[in-house]
């Protein structure tokens, strides 16, 4: 953190700040992700300092999307969790974003379908398997986040999730998972047995 400030704060002692960053949001990875209002409530951090700070942010997610576009999800699976932990797991709201697969099961999207509530996020069974026609996929994984921290999935993820199965497989397109993304853990449907 002093070294992204000090690019920002040249010849000034940046170590003060550093810990009021990571102080206030609890870690290195909550700073970066804080929204720009928030970051800006720490005395110090200038608009020059929070657009820095994003700037890391974004190419952090964007080397971790890198890993995961254009290869097969099945055996890049911890890289695939790793970019949905970074773009989603220190969101204050909720996200649901599809991924869509090719027959290979290549990665040829990943779109951010809808934001929600620091608890809820309406999905649109229809849109979902909309979309994947539109792109022509083959297979989707599902993936949202829990604000809260806590992946375990709800009543409503679960039927959500059923809706999308059963919509998706009129017209053979595969769910193949569903992940639910908290602070520093995830919950998988298909291993806890609820796809």
């Given at each position: 953190?002093?070294?992204?400030?000090?690019?920002?704060?040249?010849?000034?002692?940046?170590?003060?700040?550093?810990?009021?960053?990571?102080?206030?949001?609890?870690?290195?990875?909550?700073?970066?992700?804080?929204?720009?209002?928030?970051?800006?409530?720490?005395?110090?951090?200038?608009?020059?300092?929070?657009?820095?700070?994003?700037?890391?942010?974004?190419?952090?997610?964007?080397?971790?999307?890198?890993?995961?576009?254009?290869?097969?999800?099945?055996?890049?699976?911890?890289?695939?969790?790793?970019?949905?932990?970074?773009?989603?797991?220190?969101?204050?709201t909720e996200l649901f974003r599809v991924l869509?697969?090719?027959?290979?099961?290549?990665?040829?999207?990943?779109?951010?379908?809808?934001?929600?509530?620091?608890?809820?996020?309406?999905?649109?069974?229809?849109?979902?398997?909309?979309?994947?026609?539109?792109?022509?996929?083959?297979?989707?994984?599902?993936?949202?986040?829990?604000?809260?921290?806590?992946?375990?999935?709800?009543?409503?993820?679960?039927?959500?999730?059923?809706?999308?199965?059963?919509?998706?497989?009129?017209?053979?397109?595969?769910?193949?998972?569903?992940?639910?993304?908290?602070?520093?853990?995830?919950?998988?449907?298909?291993?806890?047995?609820?796809?």
């Amino acid at each position: 953190m002093e070294l992204i400030l000090f690019r920002v704060i040249p010849r000034r002692d940046v170590k003060p700040l550093a810990k009021a960053l990571l102080t206030t949001f609890g870690g290195f990875a909550e700073a970066l992700s804080a929204p720009v209002s928030r970051l800006k409530e720490v005395n110090g951090v200038s608009e020059a300092v929070a657009t820095e700070l994003k700037i890391i942010q974004a190419a952090s997610i964007k080397l971790s999307q890198e890993r995961v576009l254009k290869r097969p999800v099945i055996s890049s699976w911890n890289d695939l969790l790793a970019y949905c932990r970074a773009a989603m797991a220190d969101e204050k709201t909720e996200l649901f974003r599809v991924l869509f697969l090719d027959k290979k099961n290549i990665l040829m999207a990943d779109e951010v379908q809808q934001r929600g509530t620091v608890d809820h996020t309406p999905v649109y069974p229809r849109e979902v398997v909309k979309r994947a026609l539109e792109l022509g996929a083959s297979a989707i994984i599902l993936v949202h986040n829990h604000p809260s921290g806590d992946p375990t999935p709800s009543k409503a993820d679960i039927e959500m999730t059923r809706q999308v199965v059963n919509a998706a497989a009129a017209l053979d397109i595969r769910v193949h998972d569903h992940l639910v993304i908290g602070h520093d853990r995830h919950s998988s449907f298909k291993s806890l047995g609820l796809l």
